[in-house]
């Protein structure tokens, strides 16, 4: 009885792990330089002011990331309890893979095309907002429409090749804020102080242990 336990946990963790080899070749990972992030917010001294948390999955399937990731989701919160924080989202960009910048556009419902000026966010002290964010096509830097591959042998594997492209650089959301206090009056010559974020992020393959957990925890 123990041998037939042992043979069938040793089928199930083969299983496991050759399901994990395979799965491992399809996904990838997405995710913001906090280290980069906090620096600058300390550099500035916006620690107290503001957070910002993008709200990426553990892990995305390669061929369906179009799906899974057409927006990036980006949460910002206002730390402060007598400041106000402005979200310019019109003077913030994003960029792509190959480091072309462009406008910053906030998804809203309903959306078809490209506005031609959007409506800035305000965020009232101990508020937080939520948000999804696209280039000008509407889509992350990361869909289809922003990567293309070519084979250059029969022998290149399509997948392999797009991996490649999209974890062969980092692209950026610089986000730019106005911060003021709650009793400020521009009449009474009072400067809102302007502060730009500059957010890193960065696609890498999912390791082979990682990809053996999600495929143990799918939901996660």
């Not at 300390?42 to 620690?47: A, F, G, I, S």
């Not at 990731?69 to 919160?77: K, N, Q, S």
């Not at 402005?86 to 506005?115: A, F, H, Q, V």
């Not at 305000?122 to 939520?130: A, D, V, Y």
Request: aromatic share 6%; hydrophobic share 40%.
């Amino acid at each position: 009885m123990n041998l037939l336990i042992f043979t069938v946990y040793l089928i199930c963790v083969t299983y496991v792990l050759y399901n994990a080899f395979l799965f491992v070749d399809s996904m990838v990972t997405v995710d913001a330089d906090k280290e980069e992030l906090s620096r600058q917010l300390e550099e500035d001294n916006l620690k107290d002011f503001i957070d910002i948390k993008f709200k990426f999955k553990s892990g995305y399937h390669l061929d369906q990331i179009d799906k899974e990731l057409e927006t990036i989701p980006v949460e910002v919160a206002n730390k402060s309890q007598q400041h106000k924080l402005e979200l310019l989202w019109d003077d913030s960009s994003i960029s792509n893979l190959k480091k072309k910048s462009g406008r910053l556009i906030r998804i809203t419902p309903g959306m078809s095309e490209t506005p031609q000026k959007q409506a800035t966010s305000t965020i009232l002290p101990g508020q937080t907002i939520e948000a999804k964010l696209s280039d000008e096509k509407l889509v992350s830097p990361l869909h289809s429409k922003n990567i293309s591959v070519r084979k250059t042998s029969t022998l290149d594997s399509e997948r392999l090749l797009k991996i490649a492209a999209l974890t062969a650089s980092v692209f950026h959301i610089q986000l730019v804020f106005k911060i003021a206090s709650q009793k400020t009056n521009p009449k009474d010559g009072k400067q809102q102080l302007s502060c730009v974020l500059r957010c890193p992020l960065s696609v890498k393959r999912v390791h082979w242990k990682k990809a053996a957990d999600l495929l143990l925890r799918p939901n996660k």
